[in-house]
């Protein structure tokens, strides 16, 4: 799913990162985008890659899978107090982007990659 309001651009810190034109409400669907499962094997050679800080859990049963995510859903950075949460849809095999409150014209948008939006455990880099 397209949304024209988005765009990329440059952060103070993070490099690229995701960013909204216009006000956004809280509760509103930003992105919908496909993903790639991958299993175990393959998640050993990623770990060894770049692709190691953009790949998801992906567990929709008992199986230790990872995905990664198309369209602009890696490049939303990390906050321990995001203003989007991360959701995923198993069966048509999508992770969608959900705003969690509403948010200003021009403001970053951001994920915690822990999962739930408000989520303090400590990441893998050092992190606001």
């Known amino acids: 799913m397209a949304n024209v309001q988005l765009y990329i651009g440059e952060t103070r810190n993070k490099g690229r ?3 909204t034109r216009e006000k956004i409400k809280a509760k509103t669907v930003i ?3 496909p993903v790639i499962v991958m299993r175990p094997g ?3 050679f990623l770990d060894q ?3 190691h800080d953009y790949i998801f859990e992906w567990q929709p049963g008992e199986e230790d899978l ?3 995510a198309l369209g602009w859903v890696p490049l939303y950075n990390h906050s321990y107090r995001s203003n989007c ?3 995923m849809n198993y069966d048509d095999q999508t992770i969608y982007i959900q705003t969690m409150r509403n948010v200003a014209a021009d403001e970053e948008l951001t994920i ?3 999962g ?3 989520e303090k455990k400590k990441v893998w880099f050092d992190a606001e």
């Open 49 to 51: 890659t770049l692709l």
């Open 42 to 44: 393959d998640r050993q």
């Open 85 to 87: 949460e991360y959701f």
């Open 17 to 19: 990162g995701v960013f």
């Open 31 to 33: 992105e919908t985008s």
């Open 66 to 68: 990872c995905c990664m």
């Open 112 to 114: 915690n990659y822990n």
């Open 116 to 118: 739930a939006w408000n």
